[in-house]
């Protein structure tokens, strides 16, 4: 299973979505802290209630290393998920990222951490703990469901979910698409002749 995971992070986001015609998409408002962060691994699913993050600190204690905390917070943007502190834990315990459908803060203190964290944005207001939530339970992040397990990919693009029960189906796919697009660039260096010949034949 770690090599189907290690073949799927050399292939960019775009291809992958292309794949599975672009319906496992999170919403294009979730982005990386930092451009060149990549994502790739099994997701461990986080419900959350806005405004209160104790399920996700229960999260970070329950998941294993190498798994990726996808966390609904309903898109809220006034309160954080999480701050350096708590996404510092995550890293210290070998999880490999964090997707959140939501804020964190501490943005400069994160970014030192060099740790993929993807989400809405940044705000400054923290988290209350009352207590509810769910864990590893089936979710819906940026407008996509994700279940336990499902591999979760994320670059500059945006994130993708590959279906757990596809995903062997939707890489044979996506590594076609790449292969495609590799050669296709290569035009770009060709006599413009060529390229209005490409163009012709495209356009019909």
């Known amino acids: 299973m770690t090599n189907i ?28 802290l930092k451009e060149s962060h990549k994502l790739v691994g099994r997701a461990f699913p986080v419900k959350m209630p806005v405004g209160d993050n104790r399920v996700v600190l229960q999260a970070i204690r329950e998941a294993q290393p190498g798994d990726v905390l996808v966390i609904d917070a309903k898109g809220d943007t006034y309160r954080a998920v999480a701050g350096d502190f708590v996404v ?21 203190g994160i970014k030192e951490l ?9 705000t400054v207001a923290a988290s209350g703990k009352a207590g509810a939530g769910e864990i590893n339970v089936p979710i819906s992040c940026g407008g996509v469901t994700v279940h336990p397990g499902d591999l979760i990919v994320g670059d500059v693009d945006g994130v993708v979910v590959v279906p757990q029960t596809k995903e062997q189906s939707i890489l044979a ?32």
Do not use: W
Not at 19 to 32: D, E, F, R, T, V
Not at 88 to 108: E, F, P, S, T, Y
């Open 114 to 122: 060099d740790y993929p964290v993807f989400c809405k944005g940044t």
């Open 88 to 108: 510092g834990m995550a890293q210290a315990l070998g999880i490999k990222g964090l997707i959140v459908d939501g804020v964190i803060r501490d943005i400069q």
């Open 5 to 32: 995971i290690s073949q799927f992070g050399k292939i960019p986001t775009p291809c992958i979505s292309d794949a599975m015609q672009g319906l496992n998409n999170m919403n294009s408002s979730i982005k990386p």
């Open 173 to 204: 796919k996506a590594m076609e698409k790449m292969e495609k697009d590799q050669k296709r660039a290569t035009l770009l260096s060709s006599h413009p002749d060529e390229i209005r010949k490409y163009l012709d034949d495209l356009l019909g």
